[in-house]
């Protein structure tokens, strides 16, 4: 049975950092899209950051790059996002994602091909 959990959100001011950890188990941990996402109150969930674990090829969302960067420990089965310059808006739940096996190359906007989810981390970033 695949697990996502994630880990490292919380309350931080405007400018700061924080890092959050997504462990996962039960599948091929090293041939695998993972996914981080985010849904603030009352929009549409969108894709953050995602990378290829056996490749390590990373793709980011337009609003995040430059301050956001995903990367992969595959010995201990867990994908990070490092998140730098916080800003207000970037407040929402993140949650990682499994892409499913036969995904295509659509990686940011094909969110229904994402098929294993975590529980999701509050990140607040406060003005």
């Known amino acids: 049975e695949v697990h996502l959990a994630e880990s490292g959100g919380g309350l931080v001011q405007a400018g700061g950092s924080l890092r959050l950890s997504c462990t996962g188990s039960g599948f091929t941990f090293d041939d695998s899209t993972i996914g981080w996402f985010r849904q603030a109150p009352w929009k549409d969930r969108e894709a953050v950051s995602v990378i290829k674990t056996k490749d390590l090829n990373t793709y980011y969302a337009d609003s995040v790059k430059g301050r956001f960067t995903i990367s992969s420990d595959n010995a201990r089965k867990t994908v990070y996002l490092q998140m730098n310059n916080l800003k207000p808006e970037d407040t929402a739940v993140y949650l990682c994602?499994?892409?499913?096996?036969?995904?295509?190359?659509?990686?940011?906007?094909?969110?229904?091909?994402?098929?294993?989810w975590g529980q999701g981390t509050q990140v607040t970033v406060s003005s």
């Open positions: 994602a499994l892409g499913g096996r036969n995904m295509g190359n659509d990686y940011l906007r094909a969110l229904h091909e994402y098929e294993d």
